[in-house]
């Protein structure tokens, strides 16, 4: 019962003396308040760099190269290495061979600008884009798939000229209510060929594309991509691959174990590495990258954390300081407690729940600001996205995650500085002589 009698009297307090009250607690507002804006960014962060990963998928490996130093521990050759030296074509023929296509090496190029006839015989304009099928695996974030299917490495072996097309191209070119798979499109393509294509895949176009566009851009006027096979843009435009020396390797099966899968790329290009004189071979992964990207952002919110936290302490001498007027105001309320009987720990107790009180509403009101201030800053957030990267703006989702640990600990920590910066205060007022106090004028 005591207890609750001493938490209506701290709240009685805090009313009776609001502005003073709301001062003394500015410190652990503003100082809890930091610490949750802080946390939060750091977990919106965390979560739409996540998001933005998932775009391109989450089944990447990448290989990188560590150089071998000569005799002497130098690099003196590092400006002269040939592309011989580095991943060669016959090094993913014998991958796909090995793991019998298990992982898809990730190739784009492109053939530029072409014109569409319409069923209208109205003309279209289109950008034709080949993939393989890791690369197409690499786009789905971006290239939703609506209906059919999309290009694959089967398609670039068979050298067939198969094309993806957006909603937005179905629109132009077809009636409406006309399945466009299995129809063919001629697309006159600048500087090369008049060929054919047939559909076998439609995906939506993100809304955002429209951004791009000048105001007023009507339907026909908008120039969209066509996904053809990555083999059939070289067979098209008559140039030799490339090798990419520093690859993007995708698995097929999006359900795969991440350590395995790395383990078995690693033996892999160990072994076509053997006796390069140059590299040694290094596989990172996509799950590398997010847990690395996680830890960074780990340590950068703990440290600015810590940084804000340090107004906790500034806050606390100001509950203490105020707590010690407030005791010095009431000595006479404290000498006739006494004089009637009340013992000095309840004393104590009553002025110690007073600091707690006042230190837990301020982190109450810090704990909410701050989780405004996250929610202003997501929305802050997604406005400079959509100005800054207009075409994944839609496919992005900025998670404002408050972080419940942080929370707890915030009011955990606001319990402590109570207690702290308390029980000096609360101690002189047990210890006060009860006929010296009702002296006290």
Do not use: W
């Not at 919106?44 to 391109?56: F, G, H, I, P, R």
């Not at 596989?283 to 950068?300: G, R």
């Not at 404290?334 to 013992?343: L, N, P, T």
């Amino acid at each position: 019962m005591f207890i609750f009698e001493n938490i209506r009297l701290a709240f009685g307090a805090l009313i009776n003396n609001k502005l003073r009250s709301l001062l003394t607690m500015l410190g652990i507002i503003i100082g809890i308040s930091s610490v949750i804006t802080i946390t939060t960014i750091g977990n919106s962060l965390k979560a739409t760099m996540n998001n933005v990963m998932l775009l391109n998928g989450n089944n990447g490996f990448y290989l990188r190269y560590s150089l071998k130093p000569d005799e002497n521990g130098e690099y003196p050759y590092r400006a002269s290495i040939g592309d011989e030296y580095y991943v060669t074509q016959e090094m993913f023929d014998k991958l796909d061979e090995e793991f019998d296509g298990k992982y898809l090496v990730v190739k784009e190029d492109s053939l530029g600008g072409g014109t569409v006839r319409t069923s209208k015989n109205q003309r279209v304009s289109v950008g034709l884009v080949g993939y393989s099928e890791g690369a197409m695996q690499s786009q789905k974030g971006f290239m939703r798939l609506i209906k059919g299917r999309y290009v694959n490495d089967e398609d670039s072996k068979q050298h067939k000229h198969a094309c993806v097309v957006s909603d937005i191209f179905v629109q132009q070119n077809f009636q409406d209510g006309t399945d466009p798979i299995g129809k063919s499109v001629s697309v006159d393509i600048a500087g090369l060929c008049s060929t054919e294509f047939v559909i076998v895949g439609v995906f939506q176009l993100p809304a955002s594309y429209d951004k791009t566009l000048d105001p007023g851009t009507k339907l026909m006027d908008r120039t969209t991509p066509v996904i053809i096979p990555y083999q059939t843009v070289i067979d098209l435009s008559g140039k030799k691959p490339e090798v990419d020396r520093y690859p993007q390797i995708n698995v097929r099966d999006e359900n795969f174990d991440n350590l395995a899968c790395k383990a078995e790329l690693q033996n892999f290009f160990n072994e076509q590495f053997a006796n390069n004189q140059y590299f040694e071979p290094i596989i990172y992964s996509d799950q590398d990258d997010k847990k690395e990207n996680d830890m960074i952002m780990n340590v950068i919110t703990i440290i600015i954390s810590i940084i804000a936290a340090i107004s906790l302490i500034v806050g606390g001498i100001g509950v203490m300081n105020i707590m010690l007027v407030s005791i010095t105001e009431r000595t006479r309320e404290i000498g006739v407690r006494k004089a009637i009987g009340a013992q000095s720990k309840t004393i104590r107790n009553q002025f110690l729940i007073e600091a707690i009180i006042m230190c837990i509403t301020g982190g109450g009101i810090g704990i909410i600001l701050g989780i405004v201030n996250g929610i202003v800053i997501g929305a802050v957030g997604t406005k400079v996205l959509y100005s800054v990267y207009p075409l994944i703006a839609d496919l992005v989702t900025i998670n404002v995650r408050p972080s419940l640990f942080a929370i707890i600990l915030s009011l955990v920590f606001s319990v402590l500085i109570g207690v702290f910066f308390g029980t000096y205060p609360a101690s002189k007022a047990a210890k006060m002589n009860p006929i010296d106090a009702l002296r006290y004028e």
